[in-house]
């Protein structure tokens, strides 16, 4: 079984910046994709950004710029560097996991609220 855990969201001025962590813990051989993914109110849940192990990354059209993901693979953990913070991006923020010989798993959400 693996576990993910995040951390760093909380409530922000427009404008500002947050940092997620979320760290991998449990049997993990390796991890292939890791990704941050949100959910609204009233909205579904939609990817932010994605990272392979290779460090290829994607982004969702309205982060690009803006927010940055990274991950250290010696750690198990990827990040997510928020900067120029809008109302909009007020949503609970899911990390995601694919682990080798294992399967996807998802952390429990950690909510992001940007104030205007």
């Known amino acids: 079984q693996v576990q993910l855990v995040e951390s760093g969201g909380g409530l922000v001025q427009a404008g500002g910046s947050l940092r997620l962590s979320c760290a991998a813990s449990?049997?993990?051989?390796?991890?292939?994709?890791m990704g941050w993914y949100r959910r609204a109110p009233g909205k579904q849940r939609e990817l932010v950004a994605g990272?392979?192990?290779?460090?290829?990354?994607n982004y969702a059209d309205f982060v690009k710029g803006r927010f940055t993901i990274s991950r250290v693979n010696a750690k198990n953990t990827v990040y997510l560097h928020m900067n120029s913070l809008k109302p909009e991006d007020t949503a609970v923020y899911y990390c995601?996991?694919?682990?080798?010989?294992?399967?996807?798993?998802w952390g429990q959400g950690t909510q992001v609220t940007v104030s205007s």
């Open positions: 990272i392979t192990s290779g460090r290829y990354t």
């Open positions: 995601h996991a694919d682990v080798a010989r294992s399967g996807r798993y």
């Open positions: 449990g049997n993990i051989f390796s991890i292939n994709d």
